[in-house]
């Protein structure tokens, strides 16, 4: 019995995609404009309204990306070319919405919509003959391959930028629990907590590297309470950046005192980014 349910339900499935097909076929149309009319320079807001979760804004600042809501911070370059992206899909064919009804499409109450500056795409179901998914504008249908839903629905947390410092950022003095690091007024370095050492300077440029190119494993919204140490990255413009050092068995997160961001290594990576490498000594 329960194989011949399964049997009428696909096949009652299948009766009404052929329906929906037979009804769109008359009004459909060969495409060649993309579903938004962009440019990819002229985008500078998304927003992202999802049916289960938070909705996300991002904007751009002198070409840098942030996430302004729910929570307040860069955005991830990557994610940002892959929604981009989409405005710029041109669909294989469209279809006229003219009285349409759009509860067979999933578009009543759409799973997300979409908006590029002023520009809004309404986000639905999928077709199950061609596992193509519905997604439409103010005036056309379209059927897009099912490649983009996922970018859509993420937390926020994956939209987050997983660089530690920004590009471009000068370290000019470094507190951790592990290293202190200083640069003086000649541009050489020491070590306040041991100032007879004399420190290599290629040897702090590669730790500092460390730190300037550092990406974190993971970024997250929610900020860990447990004991902390102090960590202190002291930059050449502005002030001085503040984090909270957690360490755990096998990660070390860092917890921005201005972002209210938590990124977490690998206690490897950490370790690289507070221990001085050694260098051979050039032959005398």
Excluded: C
Excluded at 149 to 169: E, F, N, S, W
Excluded at 193 to 220: K, T, Y
């Amino acid at each position: 019995m329960k194989i011949r349910l399964i049997v009428n339900l696909l096949l009652i499935v299948t009766i009404i995609s052929l329906g929906l097909i037979a009804w769109l076929k008359p009004g459909q149309q060969s495409s060649t404009s993309r579903i938004t009319a962009l440019e990819i320079n002229a985008i500078e807001r998304i927003k992202i309204i999802r049916e289960t979760a938070k909705t996300i804004e991002l904007e751009r600042f002198k070409n840098q990306w942030l996430i302004k809501k729910p929570i307040k911070a860069p955005a991830l370059s990557g994610k940002i070319e892959r929604l981009i992206k989409i405005s710029q899909i041109t669909p294989p064919v469209t279809y006229p919405l003219e009285n349409k009804d759009l509860e067979p499409f999933g578009l009543k109450t759409p799973k997300v919509q979409l908006s590029f500056n002023n520009e809004t795409l309404n986000i639905g179901s999928t077709d199950s003959v061609h596992s193509r998914r519905y997604v439409s504008n103010n005036s056309q249908l379209f059927l897009l391959d099912d490649t983009f839903l996922q970018h859509l629905t993420a937390p926020v947390d994956a939209y987050i930028d997983t660089r530690l410092l920004a590009d471009g950022t000068q370290i000019t003095g470094l507190q951790t629990p592990q290293i202190t690091l200083q640069r003086r007024a000649d541009n050489t370095w020491q070590n306040p907590q041991a100032p007879s050492d004399e420190l290599s300077s290629d040897a702090v440029q590669m730790l500092l590297d460390e730190w300037r190119f550092a990406r974190a494993i993971n970024v997250s919204s929610v900020v860990n309470q447990a004991t902390s140490k102090p960590v202190v990255i002291h930059v050449s413009k502005g002030q001085p950046l503040h984090f909270r050092l957690i360490e755990q068995q096998n990660d070390i997160i860092l917890i921005s005192s201005e972002a209210q961001l938590a990124y977490t290594f690998s206690q490897a990576k950490y370790k690289k980014m507070t221990t001085l490498p050694k260098l051979d000594k050039p032959d005398a």
